[in-house]
Nanobody, 126 residues
Framework: QVQLVESGGGLVQAGGSLRLSCVAS????????MGWFRQAPGKEREFVAA??????????YYADSVKGRFTISRGYAVNTVYLQMNSLKSEDTAVYYC?????????????????WGQGTEVTVSS
């Protein structure tokens, strides 16, 4: 059973940066995709970014709303993923959830992760 723990959320001014971290444990050798979703107050959860790998090759995916501002990457330990968020806007305010899957993602619009973290809150003040 995979467990995901996020960290790095907080309060930041618009234009600032934050880096979220997610550490997976339990069955991590079977994980092929990790990513981030977010849910703003009163809105549905939405895809933010994902990284899917096969051997030494990794592919990244981003929502249009964060392209050019957010970067997803894997840590030296394969069970860690980061989300570097730059040029933050008030509309980025949300609870950010780490997600993982035992399969490679090919279409993020239909991706339903098998595992979720508890979430970390990001608040961007304008």
């Amino acid at each position: 059973q995979v467990q995901l723990v996020e960290s790095g959320g907080g309060l930041v001014q618009a234009g600032g940066s934050l880096r979220l971290s997610c550490v997976a444990s339990g069955g991590t050798f079977s994980i092929y995709t990790m990513g981030w979703f977010r849910q703003a107050p009163g809105k549905e959860r939405e895809f933010v970014a994902a990284i899917s790998w096969s051997g030494r090759t990794a592919r990244t995916y981003y929502a249009d709303s964060v392209k050019g501002r957010f970067t997803i990457s894997r840590g030296y330990a394969v069970n860690t993923v980061y989300l570097q968020m730059n040029s933050l806007k008030s509309e980025d305010t949300a609870v950010y959830y780490c997600a993982a899957d035992l399969s490679r993602v090919v279409d993020t619009s239909t991706w339903v992760p098998g595992y979720w973290g508890q979430g970390t809150e990001v608040t961007v003040s304008s």
